[in-house]
């Protein structure tokens, strides 16, 4: 299926810059739902990104229902890959519908509002859970690090298997 565009919403920054880089490297249009809606037709082949929260992949649904969504990128904490069975059970992704989880970053000042209330709680628990395990692994080691000092994580090198499912198409 040829592409027409990327599609992204993003929280803090870090997917638009993942929808940025794979712009860049596709040579494909890359807009913010937002900026989709009023330039690119219905029913056009997208490639959808979204921050995730809680497993939801934020823009999914609303790009779902708007265009055909040839894969999607959910972008969060937790390693690359490491949520991609998840986030498609979890925001009930067609089969035929890859969908690859990326790991972005964590900058606490960013957040707003409720996101602000919900990470603080988060970073919290899940922060002292991982500072108690004594056998913490390397993923885990890092997000701990994005807990409690920020950071981020985006690069080309998360992109690779979404690059090599479109060089496949």
Sequence with gaps: MAI?????????????????????KTGLPVLSLD???PVLAKGSAVICLGWLMA???KGYK????????????????GATGGQDA??????????????????????FARLTGIY?????????????????????TPDEELTLKLLRHGGSCVGEAHLAA?????EQQ
Excluded: H
């Design 4 to 24: 027409d565009a990327i599609v992204y919403t993003s929280n803090t920054g870090y997917t638009a810059e993942y929808a940025r880089l794979l712009g860049e």
């Design 116 to 136: 602000r209330a919900m990470m603080k709680t988060f970073i919290k628990v899940v922060g002292g859970q991982l500072e108690a395990k004594a056998d913490r």
């Design 86 to 107: 998840s986030a498609r059970k979890q925001n009930r992704v067609p089969a035929e519908v890859p969908v690859f989880t990326l790991q972005g970053g964590f900058d």
């Design 55 to 57: 497993g939801q992949i």
């Design 162 to 166: 979404v690059l090599a499912w479109m």
């Design 35 to 37: 900026e989709a809606k």
């Design 62 to 77: 609303k790009a779902a229902k708007r265009y055909r969504v040839a894969a999607v990128c959910g972008v969060g904490l």
